[in-house]
């Protein structure tokens, strides 16, 4: 009872406050495609992030996970300073290594993600908005760490605020390249300088440790390769789709990956309070049955959830989007999905982070990588937009697969014939519904209410205990 309070209070608090990090840029999403001219501005928009997200990954290096894993190995307060300040000095000197790479290859960069080195202007503002995000996200840990959930609830709510009380007037001027990147940078400055201030006990020059840094690059550096293959994952389709179709197909496909992509606020509540709960009852005895448990009804959750975004994402377009971007609704259910494989991925993997074996995770996150790459080659070219989102979707299916068969070997995980069943019934539906109704959105819906059906059936006794525990 105590272990399912622990993770609903983080999952709901943690989660609140990232869900609203996610839903305002959401919200905002309609009105921006509507303030520019056409697609191609918005597919550049989006591209800085995904700029942002590589740059990012390199600069944090995996740090963040390592300190959050070190911060509970002791209890003394000294230790857990000593952790945080390590972290953040040697992730300060990685970013502007980062930085300054970023500004020398801009030419390069800009031909890369943009397809067109005129764009190196946006690289800049890239770089920049990579130097504070990455350091950002040591500055702000120890909020989180110590569970401070309002202040936590309170800075993701003005995070996006001041990104876009900067960035509308500024799309209205007809700035339109640039607005959205300069807000990103604005905002993330805002948010440093004040967790900078709130977190300054917790950072000090002479509280690095040499000795810890050793430690905590042993955990993070097998993270790096898996934070890279994640932007593979996630941002390297949007590069693909630019290079062999265009910065218009791309303005499309962001939209879509943005409405797909409300699955990311399930997978950032689940994220918000996964770690502080994993972390704190990674010594328990029934530890293993716990992970698994949390792993199986997130998954049930995520089917069910995307069956409706499969029966819905066409007549959503057509209300939310002008005409230009109404071909994107093909992706989203894909593309809804995807994320949250990739939630299911980091529950499962977390059983090699506790045992201190990360190298597990780049191998089988890469055989998911690798084939997405290859996918998107060959339907790219086919499907256009959609064969990149398959390709997405496949990878970390396959990524899922390999991890829960690797780790149930280990007797680090244990999966029912309930979930199997429940895996089975998604991918029948997922298939019936591009075959047969895809823009239905009464015979898509009648017949996700069917397969829900089944699911909570397999689960009816679940249910049950899971009512009567709350009912407590």
Not at 413 to 436: E, G, L, N, T
């Given at each position: 009872?105590?272990?399912?309070?622990?993770f609903?209070?983080?999952?709901?608090?943690?989660?609140?406050?990232?869900?609203?990090?996610?839903?305002?840029?959401?919200?905002?999403?309609?009105?921006?495609?509507?303030?520019?001219?056409?697609?191609?501005?918005?597919?550049?928009?989006?591209?800085?992030?995904?700029?942002?997200?590589?740059?990012?990954?390199?600069?944090?290096?995996?740090?963040?996970?390592?300190?959050?894993?070190?911060?509970?190995?002791?209890?003394?307060?000294?230790?857990?300073?000593?952790?945080?300040?390590?972290?953040?000095?040697?992730?300060?000197?990685?970013?502007?290594?980062?930085?300054?790479i970023?500004?020398?290859?801009?030419?390069?960069?800009?031909?890369?993600?943009?397809?067109?080195?005129?764009?190196?202007?946006?690289?800049y503002?890239?770089?920049?908005?990579?130097?504070?995000?990455a350091?950002?996200s040591?500055?702000?840990?120890p909020?989180?760490?110590?569970?401070?959930?309002?202040?936590?609830?309170?800075?993701?709510?003005?995070?996006?605020?001041?990104?876009?009380?900067?960035?509308?007037?500024?799309l209205?001027?007809?700035h339109?390249v640039?607005?959205?990147?300069?807000?990103?940078?604005?905002?993330?400055?805002?948010?440093?300088?004040?967790?900078?201030?709130?977190?300054r006990?917790?950072?000090?020059?002479?509280?690095?440790?040499?000795?810890?840094?050793?430690?905590?690059?042993?955990?993070?550096?097998?993270?790096?390769?898996?934070?890279?293959?994640?932007?593979?994952?996630?941002?390297?389709?949007?590069?693909?789709?630019t290079?062999?179709?265009?910065?218009?197909?791309?303005?499309?496909?962001?939209?879509?990956?943005?409405?797909?992509?409300?699955?990311?606020?399930?997978?950032?509540?689940?994220?918000?309070?996964?770690?502080?709960?994993?972390?704190?009852?990674?010594?328990?005895?029934?530890?293993?049955?716990?992970?698994s448990?949390?792993?199986?009804?997130?998954?049930?959750?995520?089917?069910?959830?995307?069956?409706?975004?499969?029966?819905?994402?066409?007549?959503?377009?057509?209300?939310?989007?002008?005409?230009?971007?109404?071909?994107?609704y093909?992706?989203?259910?894909?593309?809804?999905?995807?994320?949250?494989?990739?939630?299911?991925?980091?529950?499962?993997?977390?059983?090699?982070?506790?045992?201190?074996?990360?190298?597990?995770?780049?191998?089988?996150?890469?055989?998911?990588?690798?084939?997405?790459?290859?996918?998107?080659?060959?339907?790219?070219?086919?499907?256009?937009?959609?064969?990149?989102?398959?390709?997405?979707?496949?990878?970390?299916?396959?990524?899922?697969?390999?991890?829960?068969l690797?780790?149930?070997?280990?007797?680090?995980?244990?999966?029912?014939?309930?979930?199997?069943?429940?895996?089975?019934?998604?991918?029948?539906?997922?298939?019936?519904?591009?075959?047969?109704?895809?823009?239905?959105?009464?015979?898509?819906?009648?017949?996700a209410?069917?397969?829900?059906?089944?699911?909570?059936?397999?689960?009816?006794?679940?249910?049950?205990?899971?009512?009567?525990?709350?009912?407590?």
């Open positions: 009872m105590n272990k399912l309070k622990l609903a209070e983080n999952f709901l608090i943690y989660g609140l406050g990232g869900v609203i990090s996610k839903i305002i840029p959401l919200i905002m999403v309609p009105i921006v495609t509507r303030l520019m001219p056409d697609s191609s501005y918005y597919g550049i928009n989006d591209l800085s992030g995904t700029v942002i997200q590589f740059g990012s990954s390199l600069a944090v290096m995996g740090m963040y996970d390592a300190m959050y894993r070190m911060f509970f190995e002791k209890d003394e307060d000294d230790y857990k300073k000593t952790v945080c300040s390590t972290a953040l000095i040697f992730t300060c000197f990685t970013s502007l290594v980062v930085f300054i970023m500004l020398v290859g801009r030419k390069v960069i800009a031909q890369y993600f943009f397809s067109d080195p005129q764009y190196t202007y946006v690289v503002l890239s770089a920049m908005a990579t130097l504070v995000g350091t950002n040591i500055i702000s840990a909020t989180r760490m110590q569970n401070k959930r309002k202040v936590f609830l309170v800075t993701n709510t003005l995070s996006p605020l001041i990104s876009y009380s900067v960035s509308i007037p500024m209205l001027a007809g339109y640039i607005a959205l990147p300069l807000a990103t940078v604005i905002s993330g400055v805002t948010m440093e300088i004040a967790f900078g201030i709130m977190n006990e917790w950072f000090s020059l002479k509280r690095f440790d040499s000795k810890l840094l050793k430690q905590l690059l042993a955990i993070a550096i097998p993270l790096l390769p898996n934070f890279l293959i994640y932007w593979v994952f996630n941002s390297c389709d949007k590069v693909m789709v290079n062999m179709i265009g910065l218009e197909a791309a303005g499309i496909y962001s939209v879509g990956s943005k409405l797909g992509n409300c699955s990311q606020l399930i997978y950032t509540a689940f994220a918000g309070g996964w770690q502080y709960f994993a972390f704190a009852t990674m010594k328990e005895k029934d530890q293993v049955r716990s992970n448990l949390v792993f199986e009804y997130l998954g049930v959750i995520s089917y069910a959830a995307t069956m409706f975004i499969c029966a819905w994402s066409c007549t959503i377009f057509k209300i939310l989007f002008t005409s230009e971007y109404w071909s994107g093909i992706i989203a259910p894909y593309l809804f999905l995807a994320p949250l494989l990739q939630m299911l991925f980091q529950i499962a993997a977390n059983q090699f982070l506790v045992v201190k074996k990360t190298w597990p995770n780049m191998f089988i996150l890469s055989t998911g990588a690798v084939l997405n790459i290859i996918i998107n080659y060959v339907l790219i070219p086919v499907l256009g937009i959609e064969g990149a989102a398959i390709a997405t979707l496949i990878g970390y299916a396959v990524s899922d697969v390999v991890c829960v690797v780790l149930c070997k280990m007797k680090l995980m244990v999966v029912s014939w309930k979930f199997i069943m429940a895996s089975v019934v998604m991918s029948c539906y997922i298939v019936i519904w591009r075959v047969s109704f895809h823009s239905n959105f009464v015979a898509g819906t009648i017949v209410v069917l397969a829900v059906s089944v699911l909570m059936f397999l689960y009816r006794i679940d249910i049950k205990k899971l009512i009567s525990i709350l009912k407590k």
